[in-house]
């Protein structure tokens, strides 16, 4: 019997040698197939790469173009980027002795275009195109357009508190008023009559409230709740915050061939340390050219080195090369950030300090303010005469300042939420701490939150600049996603989250929200079928409270499905180049990859209808292959489908070739065909939502 055992084992483990030579056969016949093929692969690539390249060419002809045709307008108005012409710009304003609030408003309207503009340059142009300097112009620019705004809305509330009487109500003889257009609501009040039974008042037009302690309502005081659906009072960095991007270097074929590069890594390290101007080996494409440089804040950490790596990069501002994953990652930082360690890199030691890597404010900052009432104007004999004091608009203090221990009412506010915005949960309530530069939660109590009413109630020990902040992952990590292309030159990315399904349209060089839908129902309507930038389309859905845009501390938030950047990012790339012809969406198996590989689900998609025909890709830094499970396998394995190959290049691996061996000729053909334009938005939103690691 122990023989005929040793017979059997003998038998299996010969059998089990030989499918191992067959597998270690058939693997290199794949890898010499793949030897030859590599040359025109390499070809292929290049002329596909030269779309980027192509697109980031466009649209530094663009920003010099729209210059240009600004300097031949001679309209008037400034560029924002010329310091002469924004600092005279600025200085006109100031002198202008104007104060209708109406014109206050409208000049308020193309301050803040120029903001925008500035803030689009910081967030859009390649660090090429934009040197440090003229960085911290336009931030210092930002900064004192903010301000002259403000002042400018103090003046022309001072200016409405001195014709109080104008805007008298006739039930109660004090003064409401409520003035707004599409980026700022002024709600004033002013204590004419100084009768206690009227210390709580409703602004009709905009549904916000107050209700006053007693001492207030026999004082000469006036309220302003002054709602600018913009935030110029948190931090610059929050205010600007950028995602990672693509930035292309220039593709000029270098002599050395890429055979000799990998010949003499050595050397190639030893010389791009001694001429820290030229890429080093990790920068390279496998055919000796100057490979696109990723911009990736977020590292992984597979490694200890890589651990340390991250720690420093959050630190300091600088290039930090990562040669086991074969990429540079840059991190951009502001220089006028780096000052702002308590919001930015440190921990947080003071719970009433609000964390700004985790909340933002959406929906607009609230001004509420008590001010001293100024002196009236008074009719006199046909002439208009009122007191002119030299401290303009000043504030009244509340709580007064006495003797520590006095206890003193809070002050009761309500208010009503803006229909263009979503919030999820309660919303958290913030006061600005000028001092601190930091939102705080402390001074401020008895929240409640009307959902349906769209309504928020609290009390607050002072008067104070407000804000409702919302948890910025919310809606991470993803359900689930899903691009497809909808016609030439357009496709479709979806995003499903716990709260909301959003949809945004791509064609050409813009792209658009198609739709949010929460609980079935369709919302912010408002802000669907505008044709916008990637950047804008970006600020104008977190403006909104929809956050599907990770950013650089995402990941301490979240629990993520951590990819190696390089794995990552080149199949944004790749999915780009594909989708004029292919749909991809998530797989489950996405997970169970490890970080050091992908696995998305791929269909050719021709026709404008819904994706059936799904296979499962497996991509990373070593090959790209078809698997043979399929979504509802029950455990994940690599695995290759029978009849199928996988391809590779020197420093990582084509998905497209990968895909070229089922695909027809026509997918073919609207791939090769496809606007440089179109995937280069493509590539921007994928890169901005980084579906494959935050699903």
């Known amino acids: ?191 004419l009559k100084k009768k206690v039974r009227f210390k709580n008042h409703v602004f009709c037009d905009a549904q916000h409230g107050f209700d006053l302690p007693k001492s207030l309502a026999v004082s000469s005081v006036a309220v302003r709740i002054l ?46 340390r001694e001429e820290p101007n030229m890429p080093t080996e990790e920068e390279m494409c496998s055919d000796g050219r100057k490979s696109a440089i990723i911009s990736f804040k977020e590292n992984s950490d597979s490694t200890a080195d890589t651990n340390e790596a991250e720690e420093e990069m959050e630190k300091k501002s600088e290039i930090l090369d990562i040669p086991s994953q074969g990429i540079s990652l840059v991190l951009f930082q502001d220089p006028q950030m780096q000052g702002k360690t308590a919001e930015k890199g440190e921990e947080l030691t003071d719970e009433n300090i609000v964390d700004l890597r985790r909340f933002v404010p959406v929906g607009g900052v609230y001004h509420i303010d008590a001010l001293q009432l100024p002196p009236q104007v008074k009719q006199v004999k046909g002439w208009s005469m009122v007191e002119v004091l030299d401290a303009g608009l000043e504030a009244y203090t509340y709580p007064p300042e006495e003797a520590e221990g006095a206890t003193h009412p809070p002050i009761q506010i309500t208010l009503r939420l803006s229909d263009s915005v979503m919030y999820f949960e309660d919303p958290m309530i913030a006061r600005w701490d000028p001092a601190g530069e930091q939102w705080r939660t402390d001074g401020i109590g008895n929240m409640t939150y009307e959902r349906q009413e769209r309504r928020v109630t609290f009390e607050m020990g002072a008067f104070y600049t407000i804000a409702l902040l919302q948890d910025a992952h919310l809606n991470m990590p993803y359900q689930a996603w899903e691009l497809r292309p909808t016609g030439s030159d357009e496709a479709q990315l979806t995003v499903t989250t716990v709260f909301a399904t959003v949809q945004m349209q791509i064609k050409g060089n813009q792209c658009m929200l198609s739709s949010v839908v929460v609980e079935e129902k369709d919302v912010l309507s408002h802000m669907t079928g505008k044709w916008l930038s990637p950047v804008d389309l970006r600020a104008v859905l977190k403006r909104a409270g929809v956050n599907i845009f990770p950013g650089e501390y995402s990941h301490k938030y979240v629990c993520v499905n951590k990819k190696a950047p390089l794995a990552e990012v080149r199949a944004y790339q790749q999915m780009a180049l594909l989708v004029p012809a292919f749909a991809f969406a998530w797989s489950k198996w996405n997970v169970e990859a490890g970080q050091e590989q992908v696995v998305i689900k791929v269909s050719e998609h021709l026709k404008a209808d819904s994706v059936k025909d799904w296979s499962l890709y497996l991509f990373n830094g070593q090959k790209a292959q078809k698997l043979k499970i399929t979504e509802t396998s029950e455990a994940f394995s690599e695995e290759l489908e029978e009849d199928s190959e996988f391809h590779s290049t020197l420093f990582f691996f084509l998905l497209f070739h990968m895909l070229k061996d089922f695909a027809s000729k026509e997918a073919i053909d609207k791939v090769e065909r496809a606007s440089f334009l179109f995937i280069d938005v493509v590539y921007q939103l994928l890169l901005a939502t980084r579906v494959l690691t935050y699903s």
């Not at 948190?234 to 593709?251: H, I």
Request: glycine share 2%.
């Open 227 to 272: 709602h600018t659906r913009y935030d110029h009072v948190s931090p610059l960095w929050l205010q600007c915050q950028s995602v990672p991007k693509l930035e292309v270097l220039d593709s000029r074929e270098l002599t050395q061939h890429s055979k000799d590069n990998v010949d003499e890594p050595a050397e190639e390290e030893k010389k791009a």
């Open 1 to 191: 019997q122990s023989s005929e055992e040793a017979q059997f084992q003998a038998r299996q483990e010969e059998a089990a040698r030989l499918e191992k030579e067959r597998i270690e056969q058939e693997m290199e016949k794949l890898e010499a197939k793949d030897q030859e093929r590599r040359e025109s692969e390499l070809a292929e690539l290049h002329s596909l790469e030269q779309k980027f390249l192509s697109a980031q060419q466009w649209k530094t002809d663009c920003r010099a173009y729209a210059k240009w045709e600004h300097f031949l307008s001679c309209d008037g108005s400034p560029d924002p980027t010329v310091l002469q012409e924004i600092n005279t710009f600025m200085s006109l304003w100031r002198e202008d002795q104007s104060e209708d609030v109406q014109l206050v408003m409208e000049k308020g309207e193309q301050v803040l275009n120029l903001i925008e503009k500035l803030q689009f340059l910081l967030l859009d142009a390649p660090p090429n195109e934009i040197t440090e300097k003229e960085m911290v112009q336009y931030q210092q620019s930002i900064l004192e357009l903010q301000n002259l705004l403000h002042q400018k809305y103090n003046e022309a509330t001072e200016h409405l508190l001195k014709t109080a009487n104008m805007y008298e109500d006739s039930e109660t003889g004090n003064m409401q008023a409520v003035i707004k257009d599409k980026n700022v609501t002024f709600c004033i009040w002013a204590n």
